[in-house]
């Protein structure tokens, strides 16, 4: 037998490492690996932490910490097909972690991302625009896809066969034209083609966001000429059409409801029946968010007058009528809306005036403040210039849940409720029931608002509501009259405007005029018609009322008080004042002592309730003997009385008795403060009316009303022996007997110019002679009266424009001086 040679085995190469099999539990072992420079442990590595970080969002936290991610954004574009594949698998789930996010930002990954969405592995193109799709939510992100070019490969994706590129990729696109750039970017790149396709998608994710990419791009117009060529709107129809799709009625009708903001594409879906379809699918829907997005769209639509007569033409406003029954919210929001963008529409508006009114005073009451703010702009656009619909609101009980939703919080509800109020009261009897709800009072709150629409809204109720004289003293008793003046400081323009008109409204009688001056609202309109800027029709308007209805502050401001500016009753002369300073009440300045200064003159032949009338008294009793002394302390009033009762019986027994009457009745202690009675000033008005009314022409009663007031202000005086009438010591001995610093006028019996023109213009207006008093200089005062002219001789039937006369109520009493004459030049200033 042969001897068998035994064969040995070469040992390996000193060089060469014998494969090693390692088993590791440790996260941070294999990212470790990530730096081997095998392809395949880099491979194995990458599919490890793949799944790891495929469990959770706390692994891929765990990950981004041991510095996985830098090491896999150099292995993305590893030549090793496979490693470059795995890695970017890892790359896409883990992008969907918000800190994971912040690095790749930092790391500037885009660019790198977007390289890779060229032909390649599909894998690659699928997790490359997840991670692209991740990161796109963030606006800096988009801005860097936008400017490294990578629309259009994401766009050329959208055709992909692989539905999970597709998804990605429309997503992307989709986070992507939020902004305006991309949104234009996207039309020149054709991308309406693609997007339309993607409707026919097995895949409804897929067809969803296909939608909603098409309902952010198509609010430019462009591209909803774009869509209409390209048979988008048939498109949109059919699916709304597919019981199958109603997954997608939703934003289908979104995208419609941009479509319809053209004209040209409303006239094409009405051509082929479309918009009958759409209004019908609405009709018959029950689900709210169809609903809802269809009212959208008419309220989108209703935006051009083109658009409201065709939707008006198609009986519209039935179905929105009918939405605003649907029971939820959103849908009675959105009906609300569209309403309100119809009433544009004349027809529609009084298609709604019938039928849909009822329906938006019970939304009113809604507990959800939404529904109430979009129901109250509703009917503030339906009664604007409505006065049928203004009615119906008031005849649907509409007034007392619009006077409460001034009070609730939302700025908007609030505006719309006073401007529904303010369109009603353009309605004598309307205006009248909503002041019965103490609508001022309401008022109050919303003048104070923080917000400049609510405050200009609130202002113009109060001018709509302060015609009335009841309402007026409802405002000042609630406070109101304050935050209105405030108002009038504001830098709005529409608000001081209203403010203005409001205070101009206000300031027709003299309680509020005087209670507006008060709180400082003559300064106020005074600086605002100083400056140009500010200054408005009502500004100036209101100005004057104020002034016409608080005669004492605008004789002491202006000097001047026109034919028309009639002397009441409680009026007083303080004399001038500067511009800015605070005039004082009579009341207050009753209180003040007495003090070496100019007399307040003051004027009042009304009676006190508690003291007998005029016609009662005797008709010659001293000023003394007929009332207390006005503005005395009490104490000193009641000393008074005590000495009246202590008269002898012989001295006039009717005096006593009215004495005695006096003190009975007033108790000083409780009654409110009235100006006290002239009875002198009385007598006058008296006897002027029996002496002077009765003469022919308005010449002749000047002339004796001029002689009757120089005779009871100390007759006529001499020019050269004027120095020598003591008028001032005897307005002096009046106040000191008075103890106080006001003077009624009856009481002066030595006058000077300003003195004599107060009382003629005071007994002229009572008597209805049209005369003016101007303050002048150095104590001179005097009256300007307009009378006509006798014909020239020889001429009848011709009437002469009347001629302005100065009266001379001191030299020559009743000479009647042509106005720039010589005569009425020494009058005045010499």
Request: proline content about 4%; some cysteine; glycine content about 4%.
């Given at each position: 037998?042969g001897k068998?040679?035994?064969k040995e085995?070469?040992?390996p190469p ?5 494969p090693?099999l390692?088993e590791?539990?440790a996260a941070?072992t ?33 990950l981004?910490g041991?510095?996985?991610?830098e ?7 590893h ?15 883990m992008?969907?972690?918000?800190d994971?996010?912040?690095l790749?930002?930092?790391?500037d990954?885009?660019?790198s991302?977007?390289s ?14 997840l ?6 939510v963030?606006?800096?992100?988009k ?15 959208l ?5 999970d ?29 693609p997007?339309l ?7 409804p994710?897929i ?17 909803r000429?774009?869509?209409g ?8 129809l059919?699916?709304l059409?597919t019981?199958?799709?109603?997954d997608?009625?939703v ?9 319809l ?18 209004l ?7 689900v709210?968010?169809?609903?809802k997005?269809a009212a ?16 008006n ?7 929105l009528?009918?939405?605003l029954?649907?029971d ?12 309100s963008?119809?009433?544009e ?6 298609v709604?005036?019938l039928?849909g ?5 019970q939304?009113?009451?809604s ?21 049928s ?5 008031a ?10 939703t ?5 700025h ?16 004598e009897p ?21 917000s400049?629409r609510?405050q ?7 001018a ?18 304050g935050?209105?003046?405030?108002l009038l400081h504001s830098k709005?323009k529409?608000v ?5 008109w ?7 009688d003299e309680?509020?005029a005087v ?5 400082g609202?003559?300064d ?16 100036e ?8 209805n608080?005669?004492?502050?605008k ?5 001047y008080?026109?034919?028309s500016?009639?002397?009441?009753d409680?009026?007083?002369d303080?004399g001038k004042i500067?511009?800015g300073?605070k005039?004082l ?9 007495l003090?070496?200064r100019?007399?307040i ?7 006190q309730e ?5 016609e ?5 009793l ?6 207390l002394?006005p503005?005395?302390?009490?104490k ?10 202590g008269?002898k019986e012989?001295?006039k027994?009717?005096e006593?008795?009215?004495m ?5 009745e007033i108790?000083?202690e409780?009654?409110q403060?009235?100006?006290p009675?002239?009875?002198m ?10 002496t002077?009314?009765?003469?022919a022409?308005?010449?002749?009663q000047?002339v004796a009303l ?16 004027l ?5 001032e010591l005897?307005i ?9 610093n006001?003077?009624?006028i ?14 003629f213009?005071v007994?002229a207006?009572?008597?209805?002679i ?15 009266v307009?009378l006509?002219?006798?014909?020239p001789?020889g001429?009848?039937?011709?009437l ?9 109520l001191?030299?020559?009493p009743?000479?009647l001086?042509?106005?720039e004459?010589?005569?009425a030049d020494q009058?005045?200033?010499?």
């Amino acid at each position: 037998m042969g001897k068998k040679v035994r064969k040995e085995v070469e040992p390996p190469p000193k060089d060469v490492f014998e494969p090693l099999l390692i088993e590791s539990k440790a996260a941070a072992t294999v990212v470790l690996m990530l730096d081997s420079p095998e392809e395949e442990v880099l491979a194995k590595a990458c599919d490890a932490i793949y799944k790891f970080a495929s469990k959770g969002d706390e692994n891929k936290v765990a990950l981004l910490g041991l510095g996985a991610v830098e090491r896999l954004y150099k292995l993305i574009s590893h030549e090793d097909p496979i490693v470059r594949r795995n890695a970017m698998m890892v790359f896409g789930i883990m992008a969907s972690n918000h800190d994971v996010k912040k690095l790749l930002r930092e790391l500037d990954v885009t660019s790198s991302l977007l390289s890779h969405l060229v032909p390649e592995d599909v894998v690659i193109h699928e997790f490359a625009t997840l991670c692209l799709a991740h990161m796109a939510v963030e606006y800096t992100t988009k801005v860097q896809i936008f400017e490294q070019g990578g629309l259009e490969p994401l766009i050329s994706l959208l055709s992909s066969p692989d539905p999970d590129v597709t998804k990605n990729s429309v997503e992307c696109i989709y986070l992507l034209v939020q902004d305006f750039q991309s949104r234009a970017a996207v039309c020149e790149l054709n991308v309406i083609p693609p997007l339309l396709d993607l409707l026919k998608s097995e895949y409804p994710v897929i067809q969803l966001l296909a939608l909603k990419t098409l309902e952010v791009i198509s609010k430019d117009r462009e591209t909803r000429i774009i869509l209409g060529e390209n048979q988008g709107l048939d498109c949109l129809l059919k699916i709304l059409e597919t019981n199958e799709f109603n997954d997608l009625h939703v934003e289908a009708l979104a995208v419609l409801g941009n479509c319809l903001e053209d004209v040209h594409t409303m006239q094409l879906i009405r051509q082929t029946g479309g918009l009958k379809k759409l209004l019908s699918f609405v009709g018959v829907s029950t689900v709210p968010d169809i609903q809802k997005n269809a009212a959208k769209a008419i309220a989108k639509a209703a935006c051009d007058s083109e658009n409201r007569k065709i939707l008006n033409e198609e009986n519209v406003e039935n179905c929105l009528i009918n939405l605003l029954e649907v029971d939820d919210d959103g849908v009675k929001v959105a009906a609300s809306q569209a309403i309100s963008a119809m009433c544009e529409n004349l027809a529609s508006k009084r298609v709604f005036g019938l039928q849909g009114i009822p329906q938006l005073v019970q939304l009113l009451s809604s507990d959800d403040e939404e529904v109430k703010e979009a129901a109250v702009i509703a009917l503030a656009n339906l009664t604007t210039a409505s006065p049928s619909n203004a009615s119906a609101v008031a005849e649907a009980e509409g007034i007392e849940p619009l006077v409460k939703t001034l009070n609730t919080e939302r700025h908007e509800a609030v505006a719309n409720a006073a401007a529904v109020l303010t369109n009603m009261a353009m309605q004598e009897p309307l205006r009248l029931c909503i002041q019965s709800h103490g609508v001022m009072s309401v008022l109050t709150e919303p003048l104070r608002s923080a917000s400049s629409r609510v405050q200009s809204r609130a202002a113009l109720a109060v001018a709509a509501f302060g015609c009335d004289a009841n309402a007026r003293s409802e405002l000042r008793d609630a406070g109101g009259l304050g935050p209105l003046v405030e108002l009038l400081h504001s830098k709005d323009k529409e608000v001081r405007r209203n403010a203005c008109w409001a205070v101009m409204v206000c300031a027709s009688d003299e309680l509020t005029a005087v209670e507006l001056c008060r709180l400082g609202a003559l300064d106020i309109l005074e600086e605002v018609n100083r400056l140009t800027g500010h200054r408005n029709n009502f500004s100036e308007a209101a100005l004057e009322r104020l002034l016409d209805n608080n005669l004492s502050q605008k004789y002491s401001q202006m000097g001047y008080l026109s034919s028309s500016n009639v002397i009441t009753d409680g009026f007083y002369d303080y004399g001038k004042i500067k511009p800015g300073v605070k005039l004082l009440s009579l009341e207050e300045l009753s209180m003040q002592e007495l003090a070496d200064r100019r007399a307040i003159i003051f004027i009042n032949a009304k009676p006190q309730e508690n003291v007998l009338a005029v016609e009662e008294k005797p008709q010659h009793l001293s000023y003394e003997q007929t009332t207390l002394s006005p503005f005395t302390s009490r104490k000193s009033s009641r000393e008074k009385l005590r000495k009246g009762k202590g008269k002898k019986e012989e001295e006039k027994m009717k005096e006593v008795e009215i004495m005695s009457e006096v003190q009975d009745e007033i108790n000083l202690e409780d009654v409110q403060w009235q100006p006290p009675p002239d009875f002198m000033l009385m007598n006058y008005i008296n006897d002027a009316s029996k002496t002077i009314l009765p003469l022919a022409t308005t010449r002749e009663q000047v002339v004796a009303l001029a002689q009757f007031v120089a005779d009871k202000m100390g007759g006529a005086i001499e020019r050269d022996k004027l120095h020598d009438f003591s008028w001032e010591l005897h307005i002096s001995e009046i106040k000191f007997e008075l103890k106080s610093n006001i003077v009624p006028i009856g009481k002066v019996k030595k006058g000077t110019f300003y003195h004599r023109a107060l009382l003629f213009k005071v007994i002229a207006d009572r008597l209805g002679i049209g005369c003016s008093l101007v303050r002048g200089e150095y104590n001179r005062g005097w009256n300007e009266v307009k009378l006509v002219d006798d014909s020239p001789q020889g001429v009848t039937g011709l009437l002469l424009p009347p001629q302005e006369y100065i009266v001379d109520l001191m030299f020559v009493p009743g000479f009647l001086m042509k106005q720039e004459s010589v005569e009425a030049d020494q009058y005045k200033y010499i």
